[in-house]
């Protein structure tokens, strides 16, 4: 009788282990040693940084984004890294940044222990050390240096240096706890296309003359004092391709001068398609005022503060251009400018986004000005308005009138926003959603929001 021989599936098992280890000994014997296995090609991938492999034009992008105090560290990570801020065309100074501060370990957690020599220094050897084609963005922000004795001269040194460099973009922030003359360089440099000026004195425009042919963007900030007005005007008069402009400052220091009273300026900004308007005139700067307003005439956004629509207040009808592109508008005022709003609307034909924000006024409920409708609705109402937005709405009788003047006359409107007044108790508020409900029942075209 035949015995059933039993099958050894373990000792089948170790042969069969041990015959694939000597195919894997001797593939890996056969490999090249310059070929590594896929778990060390895993190893090396792991532990490589790849951050340093990339091309140095990727590089210097990252670091422009870094403030160049943080660019210039990045030295210490590697060797690869040292060289590589020397090459930064973006500078971004700032005299307030934690890494230069100075002093004992307790000093350095306080935000006013600076080291503004030192700051001076640094940004003298970034300056003297780069060697980029060309230094494109400039930005200083100065608070504590510009106590230093030598800081206004240091400050021109360093402007005068990045304009001969090809400089588009110059940012600049100062205090005005010291006066800086800013050179004449600055304001006749061909390759700048951005200038923001923040903090700074612009009280000896008058004694130079000023070109910025490629210049598309002047924004000057609520701390800029002029030493007249007029200034203004030649500031704009030296930059025929500007497109977006911001002038919020309401410091003056000497208006109403023999320039002022001359008025002889020609100013044309037919590429200008933003504006943001804060300046507060003097009388005697009346003709400044209304030359470089009836210069916004090409813009498709323009905003205006409190302070100039009151300049605006005693402008005849001629005084106001008519906005051919005009498509948003975004004004405040109080509640005695009504007819001036009037007077934009008959002049801003395309108008399809008005906000007004309207200043409380206190006590004046059946003192305010009426709104008079005018004699024919403006054709920006009837053929293009489509939003509108009424902030700080007190529920007056003219509010209301204008309102449902609105509300009768825009044709195309789809969304009307009215943010009531915080200053109002909670009956106020509810009484003046029941008086807008009733009007919004004839008007079911349009979205009203409350806030």
């Not at 640094?122 to 060309?134: C, E, M, Q, R």
């Not at 588009?168 to 700048?192: G, H, K, Q």
């Not at 300026?265 to 009346?286: T, V």
């Amino acid at each position: 009788m035949n015995r059933m021989r039993p099958c050894n599936c373990y000792d089948s098992s170790i042969a069969t282990t041990q015959s694939r280890t000597r195919r894997r000994k001797l593939s890996m014997a056969e490999t090249p040693p310059s070929v590594s296995s896929p778990f060390q090609r895993h190893k090396q991938t792991k532990n490589d940084d790849r951050i340093s492999h990339l091309p140095d034009v990727l590089l210097l992008q990252i670091l422009s984004l870094l403030p160049t105090k943080q660019a210039v560290v990045t030295g210490i990570l590697a060797k690869r890294w040292r060289p590589l801020w020397h090459g930064l065309s973006v500078l971004d100074f700032d005299d307030e940044s934690p890494l230069d501060r100075s002093g004992s370990s307790d000093q350095r957690d306080e935000p006013n222990h600076q080291n503004p020599v030192g700051f001076a220094q640094f940004v003298y050897s970034v300056l003297l050390l780069n060697d980029a084609p060309s230094i494109t963005h400039f930005r200083l922000s100065c608070v504590q240096f510009v106590h230093q004795e030598s800081s206004a001269q240091d400050i021109a040194t360093w402007l005068c240096h990045v304009v001969r460099r090809g400089v588009e973009n110059v940012d600049l922030r100062l205090s005005l706890s010291r006066y800086v003359a800013l050179p004449r360089r600055l304001f006749n440099c061909e390759s700048l296309s951005v200038m923001k000026l923040d903090g700074v004195f612009l009280n000896a425009l008058s004694s130079f003359s000023m070109r910025l042919p490629l210049l598309k963007v002047l924004h000057v900030g609520d701390r800029v004092v002029f030493g007249c007005h007029d200034y203004i005007v030649k500031l704009l008069a030296g930059c025929p391709v500007l497109e977006d402009l911001v002038l919020e400052s309401t410091y003056s220091d000497a208006c109403g001068g023999t320039v002022c009273a001359k008025g002889n300026f020609e100013l044309d900004l037919k590429h200008l398609s933003r504006a943001k308007i804060g300046f507060s005139w003097k009388e005697a700067c009346q003709k400044s005022m209304l030359r470089v307003f009836q210069a916004l005439s090409n813009v498709t956004c323009l905003s205006l503060s409190p302070s100039t629509v009151a300049c605006l207040k005693y402008a005849s009808t001629s005084d106001i251009p008519v906005f051919d592109n005009l498509t948003q508008l975004e004004i405040s005022f109080g509640n005695y400018y009504w007819d001036l709003l009037a007077n934009f609307l008959q002049r801003a034909h395309k108008l399809e986004v008005l906000m007004i924000y309207k200043e409380s006024q206190k006590n004046v409920k059946g003192q305010e000005p009426r709104w008079s409708h005018p004699l024919s609705p403006p054709e920006c109402l009837s053929s293009h308005l489509k939003t509108f937005c009424l902030k700080e709405y007190q529920g007056l009788e003219t509010e209301l009138d204008f309102i449902g003047y609105i509300m009768q006359n825009a044709r195309v409107l789809e969304r009307m926003t009215i943010c009531i007044s915080s200053s109002l108790d909670l009956e106020e508020k509810l009484q003046i959603r029941r008086h807008l409900s009733i009007l919004q029942r004839n008007f079911e075209t349009c979205q009203i929001v409350f806030h």
